[in-house]
Nanobody
Framework: QVQLVESGGGFVQPGGSLRLSCAAS????????MGWYRQAPGKQRELVAT????????SYASSVKGRFTISRDNAKNMVYLQMSSLKPEDTAVYYC?????????WGQGTQVTVSS
């Protein structure tokens, strides 16, 4: 089954932390650069972080650089996003997908809400 399943979202106060997880089917994951994306209400989906196949080259949107860390476990077909110093503007539904994204692979995402 070809799918991406995101988890780990929730409600957190400003300054808090969350760790998102993405379970990917091998067909999607193996040998591909992966990314985390997010979509806030009323806004387009944006790329947040990317990681190459070996897990050695990372890139981040300027809005999250220094606060978010992307990682992957190639043995488990998993991608993670560690988020710290969260801000209200980080509120969004977070998705994982290949980079560049493949439209038919989008999952349900996981909601992150940052509010006091």
């Amino acid at each position: 089954q070809v799918q991406l399943v995101e988890s780990g979202g929730g409600f957190v106060q400003p300054g808090g932390s969350l760790r998102l997880s993405c379970a990917a089917s091998a067909l999607i994951f193996n040998g591909y650069e992966m990314g985390w994306y997010r979509q806030a209400p009323g806004k387009q989906r944006e790329l947040v972080a990317t990681l190459n196949t070996l897990g050695t080259i990372r890139s981040y949107a300027s809005s999250v650089k220094g606060r978010f860390t992307i990682s992957r476990d190639n043995a488990k077909n998993m991608v993670y996003l560690q988020m710290s110093s969260l801000k209200p503007e980080d509120t969004a539904v977070y998705y994982c997908n290949r980079r560049p994204s493949v439209p038919e692979y989008w999952g349900q995402g996981t909601q992150v809400t940052v509010s006091s």
